[in-house]
């Protein structure tokens, strides 16, 4: 079964500072892996994803993420947070052996607080 | 914005009744998710269309349904509404079909359903 681990409900970082959101997960194929950004009333915006290759994957807003196959993990982040980066992160994952076949599995949320 | 539309933004209805939630995918688009935000449930898939046909059931309840119609676009059924049923019900879209698993979706900005 598949499965999205976020440990942190809420992870505060001050503007400017480097932050790290973390996302651990398990499936049995290889992972599809993703991103999604929500700010407050609106809907989830995709920041970036792991397919294959290159395990530095860089998405939008100058967010990346680092896939670890070793330890089933896919942090996003940041160089230097901004204040308009605080919103609601989710990580998710899709078994890949089904394809589009199969649901996308979403973690709880990371709340991200950047303080100025 | 994601492309993705959804409407009624707001719904305010009582326990019991019924509604109908609709969902039009970006140009281009054949699949259409569903997925429910809840505080207590986080984000839940509910079900996937792809091209008019039902292709990834999640934990939808009996009675919801959905249909994709020939145009693409997608409604969401809920009947017999409970106070629980009260959520944030969103719509996404990506062109991922028999194998684009690794697509990502673009989310509509949701329907706030309200039961009183």
């Known amino acids: 079964a598949q499965s999205v681990a976020q440990p942190e409900d809420q992870v505060n970082v001050a503007e400017g500072n480097p932050l790290t959101v973390k996302c651990t997960y398990s499936?049995?194929?290889?992972?599809?892996l993703f991103w999604y950004v929500q700010y407050p009333n609106r809907g989830l915006q995709f920041l970036l994803k792991?397919?294959?290759?290159?395990?530095l994957v860089k998405g939008s807003y100058g967010f990346e993420a680092e896939f670890n196959k070793s330890q089933t993990s896919f942090h996003l982040k940041k160089p230097s947070a901004l204040v308009s980066d605080s919103a609601l992160y989710f990580c998710?994952?899709?078994?890949?052996?089904?394809?589009?076949?199969?649901?996308?599995?979403f973690g709880a949320g990371t709340r991200l607080a950047v303080h100025p | 914005d994601s492309g993705v539309t959804q409407t009624p933004k707001h719904l305010i209805t009582a326990t019991g009744q019924r509604v109908t939630l609709r969902c039009s995918p970006r140009?281009?688009?054949?699949?259409v998710y569903w997925y429910q935000q809840s505080l207590d449930q986080g984000l839940q898939f509910l079900i996937q269309?792809?091209?008019?046909?039902?292709?990834a059931k999640g934990n939808i309840l009996e009675r919801f349904s959905a249909q994709q119609f020939p145009d693409l676009h997608s409604e969401l059924n809920l009947s017999s509404l409970e106070l629980g049923d009260s959520a944030l019900y969103f719509c996404?879209?990506?062109?991922?079909?028999?194998?684009?698993?690794?697509?990502?979706?673009?989310f509509g900005p949701g329907t706030r359903l309200t039961v009183l």
């Open positions: 996404a879209s990506s062109a991922a079909g028999l194998a684009g698993g690794g697509n990502e979706q673009f």
């Open positions: 499936v049995s194929g290889n992972p599809y």
């Open positions: 792991y397919i294959t290759g290159d395990n």
């Open positions: 998710a994952v899709r078994d890949g052996r089904w394809g589009g076949y199969n649901k996308l599995i």
């Open positions: 140009s281009g688009d054949l699949s």
């Open positions: 269309y792809y091209n008019g046909e039902e292709r």
